[in-house]
C-alpha cells in the first residue's frame, strides 16, 4: 500500500458505515476515477482492505492503520466483525 501524496485535500467523506450498512459495491472490486485517491478510516473495530494489484495484498485496517486507496487500482473490503468506518476521497 502506497502514502497519499501530501498535496491532497479532501473533497467528500462518506457517512459512517458498520457491517450492517456499508454499501454492497464496496464488498466487490471496485475504483476511483482517474485523479482521484482515498483514505478508508475505521472508527472501532477491523477492516480487511483487500488491493488487486500483482500480488494481491491484504491489509487489516484498525483505529491506528488507515487504507490508501489509490486511482484506478481495482480493490474491496470485508469487515471482521463489528466494525464502523467512512472513507474521505482526496485530489
Known amino acids: 500500500m ?3 501524496p501530501k498535496d491532497l485535500e479532501v ?3 462518506t457517512p459512517i458505515f ?3 450498512t456499508v454499501p454492497a459495491g ?3 472490486t471496485h475504483t476511483t476515477k482517474a485523479g482521484t485517491w482515498g483514505r478508508i478510516r475505521v472508527n472501532k473495530g477491523k477492516l480487511l482492505y ?3 494489484s500483482s500480488p494481491q495484498q491484504e491489509i487489516e485496517l484498525n483505529v ?3 487504507g490508501v486507496v489509490e486511482p484506478q487500482v481495482p480493490h474491496y473490503i ?3 466483525g463489528e466494525v464502523e468506518f467512512f472513507v474521505e476521497f482526496l485530489k
Open 26 to 28: 464496496l464488498l466487490k
Open 50 to 52: 483487500i488491493i488487486e
Open 18 to 20: 458498520n457491517q450492517l
Open 64 to 66: 491506528s492503520k488507515y
Open 11 to 13: 473533497y467528500k467523506k
Open 2 to 4: 502506497r502514502e497519499l
Open 78 to 80: 470485508k469487515p471482521v
